[in-house]
């Protein structure tokens, strides 16, 4: 059985893309810190999705992930969706909570990098993928958008680095685009947000990723499907 491990799949673009690999015939773990939502995501999703609820900053967490995804089937796919924003409004660098800033590197660059370690012994094995979800915002300089903007051009870099240190595995740096999701509307509060594309629209790109032969590199999402 393919097993994918994707963080963050209760909702948004995470649950989107875990719906369509479970479709796909693939065993699919998420996770997410809301235990509830976790559970009630994989439930409607059904047959092929297992929820593992816990904190992917949390090397316990993390370890479990893993091993039960081998004990479900040959870990394949790691897809690092889970991520935080940070405040909401933004604030401007000058004026960023430091130890905030240190939460947000710890969750989205810290823990995927942890998480891959964990997992690439058998990713390496099964010649496998790894999907780092990222942003505009990485390579972009969006006044308010430091510290989610300068984690995310970490993990890309990060993901830069071990394409070219892992060539038994691919690994694909995703940046979807603006969506409709819970942290778009979180990142503009009280704005009517609902002309960004769904999560949905992306999934078509991302499942032609870990489908096809495209090497290990940065995507955006308009360049791989309509």
Do not use: C
């Not at 935080?84 to 000058?94: C, H, I, K, N, T």
């Not at 972009?140 to 680095?161: D, H, I």
């Not at 969506?179 to 629209?201: L, N, V, W, Y």
């Amino acid at each position: 059985m393919r097993t994918a491990i994707v963080t963050g799949g209760s909702r948004g673009l995470g649950f989107e893309l875990a719906k369509a690999l479970a479709g796909d015939g693939w065993a699919v773990l998420i996770d997410g810190r809301d235990g509830r939502a976790v559970s009630a995501a994989a439930a409607s999703i059904g047959a092929g999705v297992v929820a593992v609820p816990g904190d992917v900053a949390g090397a316990a967490h993390r370890a479990e992930l893993v091993a039960r995804a081998t004990e479900v089937g040959s870990l394949e796919l790691l897809v690092n969706n889970a991520s935080v924003l940070g405040p909401s409004p933004q604030p401007a660098l000058a004026d960023y909570p430091l130890d905030v800033l240190r939460e947000v590197y710890e969750v989205n660059v810290v823990a995927p990098l942890a998480l891959i370690q964990q997992a690439l012994p058998e990713l390496r094995r099964h010649h496998g993928t790894i999907v780092d979800i990222t942003s505009d915002a990485g390579v972009e300089g969006y006044a308010g958008w430091g510290g989610y903007g300068s984690s995310k051009a970490a993990l890309e870099q990060a993901s830069n680095v071990l394409a070219a240190e892992e060539p038994d595995v691919r690994v694909i740096w995703f940046d979807p685009g603006d969506m409709r999701t819970q942290m778009h509307q979180e990142a503009f509060p009280g704005e009517d947000i609902s002309d960004r594309p769904r999560p949905e629209d992306s999934v078509p790109g991302l499942l032609e990723l870990v489908g096809g032969a495209l090497p290990s590199g940065r995507y955006l999402v308009r360049e791989i499907a309509p």
